[in-house]
């Protein structure tokens, strides 16, 4: 189902003094997640050339964001608004196969309690409460068939 999956730099892969007043490459952060989706908030940029050196945390047109920070799981669709997004540290990006008819199903299954919960029993931290990638990567989803999906698909709407 997941056929790739990144999580951001470290802390000192992008540190303030790689960020820009120039809009180049968008920064997302765990504060630009919602239920609702892409929040604007918190806006800021690397340079391009900043993003290719972590190239890894670049995130493409059609892929997911899911935080790894309290609330862990939230999971949104990359938006298409800026040039380019990056990744920041609280942040995974999440590319699926083409097994999932739409990437619109996957996202309503992170929403559900099921996930929400296994994802919260699963985290760790005192002060800062977070799951890692090798926890979302073992996660398990339920995933019907193509046919069945186009059927859900179509009864909700995002």
């Not at 892969?13 to 490459?25: D, F, I, R, V």
């Not at 340079?47 to 949104?76: D, Q, S, Y």
Request: hydrophobic share 35%; glycine share 6%.
């Amino acid at each position: 189902m997941i056929t790739d999956i990144a999580d951001g730099p470290f802390g000192s892969n992008l540190k303030t003094e790689h960020y820009t007043a120039e809009k180049e490459a968008r920064i997302i952060q765990l504060s630009n997640l919602s239920d609702y989706g892409w929040q604007e908030e918190n806006t800021r940029y690397t340079t391009f050339e900043h993003a290719k050196e972590i190239k890894r945390c670049i995130v493409n047109e059609g892929e997911l964001i899911m935080g790894k920070m309290m609330p862990a799981g939230m999971t949104i669709m990359r938006p298409n608004t800026e040039k380019m997004y990056i990744l920041s540290s609280d942040c995974v990006r999440i590319k699926l196969d083409n097994n999932i008819e739409t990437d619109k199903f996957f996202l309503y299954t992170t929403r559900s309690d099921t996930f929400l919960n296994q994802v919260n029993n699963d985290s760790q931290g005192s002060t800062r409460v977070r799951t890692s990638i090798s926890k979302i990567r073992n996660m398990d989803v339920f995933i019907p068939s193509v046919p069945e999906q186009e059927k859900i698909g179509e009864f909700f709407v995002l």
